[in-house]
């Protein structure tokens, strides 16, 4: 019934969200027409420049606030900001890498078993809130974690939060409200084989 | 209104560079003159008993004795240096217009020459305080006064100036100068504090100098409340220095101060950019610095000992050398440390791809990007591919970045 330890559960990290500071102004112009790969957007004020390298896209502003957008992890977060620092060094820029903070971490998970969402919302009722006329999925949160977590019907869950150990941890920590949930036992033992394979 | 705050709006003035022409450029009158006829017409009271003697003593390019002539009401011709007029004189010009002195104070006859006028602002300098001072400290108002009074009547082209430092009310002829300044700086540099009393059936009707025509229309009302304040021609005060008399109280700075103060206010580089955009100061507290500086960058004062070690890591960006060395001293300022030019960031993979001869001059219709694909729509351009020249009238392109 519950084989939680069994089940080797990958969560893989799809967006890593953080914001830095340089602690000096920025000309965007300058960067717009001086940098490589940006995207100037003039009417909302920002800079948008993309690294190949880890990619990441960075929205940037006049101010000198930064934030580092599309990493895997939170080091290749930390590693894609600090490059992206430096390239603003080298255009002139007297950049201090100053408050480096991973504000979002997006990660999704998939479980070998679908999942009754109704049931579910029933009995986890302050944390799950289901309105499946507005979005198929219930809308799972862990206050303490300050994480969310959405459930779908097959098993498919996308975790938010502001680290990827608050998510980890999420991850945890719902498994066994869902795994009570799955359809019928034997039925998923079969998919999760069968997911299994096609990995 | 004039009377209000004329330090204030003499302030604006100044820095509005209105005035710029007259005051930026010492050859001009820099002190208050007043259009004369060739001939000066003195009558002299007889409480003027002290009017030629200081004119000679100061006065070393000047024959006192033409003065002396004057001093009995005998016409006076008027001699090529400033002539040193105390108090209680009363002038009349030959077209009949009487001014009434009441305050000690210098007629200089400017043809238009820088040269003439310098003497006066000298010998104003030796000059110590006017034996005869009437009056409380100078009170430019009535200056000022009188420049509106003389302005109102219109001031036309006078062939000779008479530098009054009036300080009292008094029908001022032909203001002549553009500003407060102007009016301020006669009576400063003729070391006259005491309001001097000039008839005001005076008008100005003579030519002025060279320098007067150019004054004549902005002077005016402006002069009024400029003069009204010692302040005024303290700080305004251009081509000329302020003779220290003494009881006036008022400092008699050096007039050359000029507007030059006023630039530095001025010459801020406006941004364009960003504007709404609160910089990261909070902590810094840069915000003075953050707005003015569009270009380059701002160093503050609590930074500036870890943008110096950053700047050394600037130094040798190009070399993927580390100089990690930085690191130690940094750590203590800021708690994350500065980048370093090879320790973390290395160089950008790949930075010569523009370095190619196939280019494309076009216009553009739209240019689309999804994630990483893009796509051209190009109109009316040249296309240099492969060495060969292309034109096209329309042109669509997709890649990927």
Redo the contacts between chains.
């Keep these: 019934m519950d084989a939680d330890s069994d089940v080797a559960l990958d969560i893989l990290i799809t967006n890593v969200v953080c914001v830095?500071?340089?602690?000096?102004?920025l000309?965007?112009?300058?960067i717009a027409l001086e940098g490589?790969?940006v995207?100037y957007k003039r009417d909302v004020?920002k800079v948008l420049m993309?690294l190949?390298?880890p990619r990441i896209t960075a929205t940037i502003?006049?101010?000198?606030?930064i934030i580092c957008t599309g990493a895997t992890s939170e080091e290749e977060a930390k590693?894609g900001a600090?490059?992206l620092?430096?390239?603003l060094?080298?255009l002139?820029?007297?950049?201090?890498?100053?408050?480096?903070k991973v504000v979002n971490v997006l990660a999704v998970c998939n479980m070998p078993f679908e999942i009754r969402l109704p049931e579910f919302t029933k009995n986890n009722r302050p944390h799950a809130s289901y309105e499946p006329e507005l979005h198929p999925a219930v809308c799972y949160r862990i206050k303490s974690l300050r994480a969310t977590l959405q459930i779908f019907s097959t098993g498919s869950i996308t975790v938010t939060g502001p680290n990827v150990k608050a998510v980890a941890t999420a991850v945890e920590q719902i498994y066994p409200f869902v795994f009570e949930k799955f359809f019928s036992q034997i039925r998923n033992k079969d998919m999760y084989i069968r997911s299994r394979e096609q990995e | 209104m004039a009377g209000d705050n004329p330090v204030l709006w003499e302030t604006k003035v100044l820095q509005s560079r209105a005035t710029e022409d007259f005051f930026g450029n010492s050859i001009r009158l820099p002190f208050f003159t007043l259009p004369l006829p060739h001939t000066l017409h003195q009558t002299l009271q007889s409480s003027t008993a002290s009017l030629v003697v200081p004119a000679s003593r100061t006065l070393p390019g000047c024959t006192p004795a033409e003065l002396d002539t004057a001093r009995s009401g005998a016409s006076f011709a008027f001699p090529g240096c400033p002539i040193y007029v105390p108090a209680g004189v009363t002038l009349q010009t030959a077209s009949g217009q009487l001014y009434k002195v009441n305050v000690p104070i210098i007629v200089t006859q400017t043809s238009g020459r820088p040269s003439a006028l310098q003497h006066p602002v000298q010998v104003l300098q030796q000059l110590g305080p006017p034996a005869v001072i009437q009056g409380s400290v100078p009170q430019l108002s009535p200056c000022s006064l009188q420049a509106a009074a003389e302005r109102s009547r219109g001031v036309d082209a006078v062939p000779q100036q008479l530098t009054v430092p009036a300080c009292g009310p008094v029908g001022r002829k032909n203001l002549g100068n553009a500003t407060s300044d102007g009016c301020a700086p006669p009576g400063w540099e003729h070391g006259v504090r005491s309001a001097a009393l000039l008839s005001e059936n005076s008008p100005c009707a003579h030519g002025s100098g060279a320098a007067f025509p150019s004054w004549a229309a902005p002077a005016g009302p402006s002069a009024e409340p400029a003069l009204s304040a010692p302040a005024a021609g303290r700080r305004r005060l251009l081509g000329g220095s302020l003779p220290a008399a003494g009881p006036q109280g008022t400092p008699h700075h050096q007039v050359a101060l000029s507007s030059q103060l006023t630039d530095d206010d001025i010459n801020r580089i406006i941004q364009v950019d960003g504007t709404g955009d609160a910089s990261s100061n909070e902590e810094v507290g840069n915000v003075r610095d953050a707005e003015e500086n569009e270009f380059l960058q701002i160093i503050d004062a609590g930074d500036l000992k870890v943008l110096e070690e950053a700047a050394d890591s600037t130094s040798s960006e190009d070399s993927t050398a580390s100089s990690s060395d930085d690191e130690g001293p940094e750590v203590a300022l800021v708690d994350e440390d500065p980048l370093n030019s090879g320790d973390d960031v290395s160089e950008q993979d790949v930075p010569d791809l523009f370095d190619t001869d196939n280019v494309i001059v076009c216009q553009y219709d739209k240019i689309h990007r999804n994630k990483n694909k893009w796509k051209f729509y190009l109109k009316d351009g040249v296309m240099c591919f492969g060495g060969r020249d292309y034109v096209f009238a329309k042109a669509i392109g997709d890649a990927e970045w």
């Design positions: 830095f500071r340089t602690r000096c102004h000309n965007l112009r300058k490589a790969n995207i004020g993309k190949r390298k502003w006049s101010s000198g606030k590693f600090r490059r620092a430096r390239s060094q080298k002139g820029f007297q950049v201090i890498f100053t408050d480096f």
